[in-house]
Every structure is written in structure tokens, then in C-alpha cells.
């Protein structure tokens, strides 16, 4: 299988060095609007040909899937032109802003016939999967409490007036699409799609939100997510049931599991790994799900993308931040 990827950040970097550790696909090269990068990041990780224009990306018969890591704005975009191309998409996550962009974009991939991921990683941990298992352990669940709080060093740049994409309405940001969307799956992942859900942001000068609170309501008892760009916080996420609590040491990378038991108080630790980089989980997924055709698996992860992009654009249209997409 043939990889391209879109983007030259940092964190498109991390993808291609995660796909190499896999062996998993073969990369290709890499898009961007500047000839000269496009060239250099392709030659960096070892790929033959880069490409300045989506058309010619999609159209390459030298590739077969495509990781897609633009501004979040951006997605529906170009992931049109790709699944146009005939060619199986993996987004970097938040998909999209809106349930009607997910919508249409699923339509465009069966109609072509290829497969649409959301790169989201957290969910593909072996230590997350071990959550799912035991959770059942805890009883009636009563309650969650799960964060994300880590202060960005261009909220630095915000503060001096620099709006960077990660602040900007524009660009369909703030805390609660890029950071609030790792909480936010582990509990549509666990819990469900949810009753209601309804969040209160902290809103910066643009009208951005730098941080905020989503409460997610579901049968007997309430989940709240915290997110923050603008705020640190190395606090543990918990769930908790009648029977004891489960405490994971963070919503994005999910590494540590631990069991607290409501009655004696006994801290027992349930499940560790120490792959420094967990984007290879997610990665291998995504193969297997390609090489064997595994719609089950394909469609599963495709309802879970759509209940988070609902729940989260609900919430956020509500607190009234809306997107040029919308």
C-alpha cells in the first residue's frame, strides 16, 4: 500500500516516522503548495515524488492512500479531491467541523469507493482497549471526569497579536476541536453517543475558545471534559462507578490504567505500555482494515468519527463559535 501525506508540520513528520516504524505502507512523498518543501520533506523520509497541486496528488497512480494534516479548516476540501481521485483518506483528527461536511464526504467515498479514517490514536492503545474490557468492573457508572489542559506556546504569539491557525475561527480551531476531541472520543468510545451535550468556553478577544467545559449527559450519570490551550495541567482523567474508579493518566496518550476500589481505597494497576510512539496502533489498524478489506471494523470507526463530529458541533454551535464551514 502506497502513502502520500499532506502537510510538512511537525506533526505530519511524527505520522511518517510512525509509518515507517510499522512497515506498514510505503511512502510516496509529500503535497505542499511550495515545490521546494514538498521536495524536501519527501526526499527527508525517503520518498520519490512530491506534488504542488491536489489534482496531481489525486490522480497519481503511484498512490493509494493519503494522510491529510491541514489546518483543521481545510479538510473538507481537499479530502473531497482526494476521495474524488479514488484514493482511501486517513484525516488527522478533528475530521471535520460540522456533521453535514462528514456527511457528504462519506457519500463522495462510497460513491468512489475507498475508506475515509479519522487519525485519532488514543482509542487505538492497547491500554485504552484494556479500559474497555474492564470497565464493566466499575459497576453503575456515576460519574467522569476527563481533561486535557496543555498551554500552547502560540497562545504566546495570540497574547503579542499573531493569530496562528490553532486560534483561529478561520481555520475551524480552538480548544475544544483540537484538544477537546481526544476526552471527548474516549467517552463516545466508552460510553456512547450522549444524551445531550452542552459546552461552556472561555472565550479569547477573537471569540475563539482558549479553553472550556463540556458536559456530556448520559443515563444515571455525567461526564465533563475539560480542555484548555491556554492553561497546564498534569492531572489524571477518572471514571467513576458504584463499585470503584478507573484512572487513566491522560485522555490523549493513554499509557497507564489503574484500578482504585470504592470500598478498601486500594490502588491496583491494571495495564502500562511504554511505546513511546502510539501512532503506530492506529496506523497498523488502519493497514489491516485496508489490506482485508475489513468493512465491519471500517464502519465501526466511521459511526464513532460521526458521533464525536455531532456531539462536539452541537455543543460548540450552541456556545455560539461558529465556522466559516458552517
Known amino acids: 500500500m502506497k502513502l502520500a501525506t499532506i502537510g510538512t508540520s511537525s506533526i505530519t513528520q511524527q505520522f511518517v516516522k510512525a509509518v515507517k516504524k510499522t ?27 512530491w506534488f504542488t497541486t491536489l489534482e496531481d496528488l489525486a490522480a497519481s497512480n503511484e498512490v493509494d ?7 483543521n479548516g481545510l479538510h473538507f476540501q481537499q479530502v473531497s479531491v482526494l476521495l474524488r481521485g479514488g484514493k482511501h483518506v486517513i484525516c488527522e483528527k478533528p475530521i471535520f467541523a460540522n456533521l453535514e461536511e462528514f ?4 457519500k463522495l467515498a462510497d460513491e468512489h469507493h475507498v475508506y475515509l479514517f479519522e487519525a485519532i490514536r488514543n482509542i487505538q492503545t492497547p491500554v485504552f482497549k484494556k479500559l474497555q474490557q474492564e470497565l464493566p468492573r466499575a459497576g453503575q457508572l456515576r460519574s467522569a471526569v476527563l481533561q486535557l489542559i496543555q498551554y500552547s506556546s502560540r497562545y504566546d504569539k495570540f497574547l503579542d497579536g499573531e493569530i496562528t491557525n490553532i486560534f483561529s475561527p478561520k481555520f475551524a480551531a480552538g480548544a475544544l476541536q483540537d484538544l477537546g476531541v481526544y476526552p471527548t472520543y474516549v467517552a463516545v468510545a466508552l460510553f456512547g453517543e450522549p444524551e445531550r451535550s452542552v459546552y461552556y468556553p472561555v472565550k479569547l478577544s477573537n471569540g475563539i475558545d ?14 465533563t471534559i475539560l480542555c484548555s490551550k491556554i492553561a497546564y495541567s498534569d492531572a489524571p482523567s477518572e471514571i467513576h462507578g458504584e463499585k470503584g474508579t478507573f484512572r487513566i493518566n491522560n485522555s490523549s496518550n493513554i ?20 511505546e513511546e510512539d502510539d501512532k503506530i496502533y492506529e496506523i ?10 475489513n468493512k465491519q471494523e471500517y464502519l465501526r470507526l466511521r459511526a464513532l468519527s460521526r458521533s464525536v463530529v455531532k456531539t462536539m458541533s452541537s455543543a460548540r454551535k450552541q456556545s455560539g463559535i461558529i465556522f466559516p464551514n458552517d
Open 23 to 49: 512497515g506498514r505502507f510505503d511512502y510516496v512523498g509529500a503535497y505542499s503548495r511550495s515545490e521546494e518543501k514538498a521536495k524536501q520533506f519527501s526526499e527527508e523520509f525517503g520518498g520519490s515524488r
Open 65 to 71: 492512500a493519503i494522510y491529510c494534516a491541514s489546518p
Open 103 to 106: 456527511d457528504e464526504a462519506v
Open 210 to 223: 482558549g479553553g472550556g467545559t463540556l458536559v456530556l449527559t448520559y443515563p444515571g450519570f455525567v461526564c
Open 255 to 274: 499509557a497507564r490504567l489503574e484500578w482504585i476500589d470504592a470500598h478498601n481505597k486500594e490502588v491496583q494497576p491494571i495495564a502500562t505500555h511504554f
Open 284 to 293: 497498523s489498524n488502519f493497514a489491516d482494515i485496508l489490506e482485508q478489506n
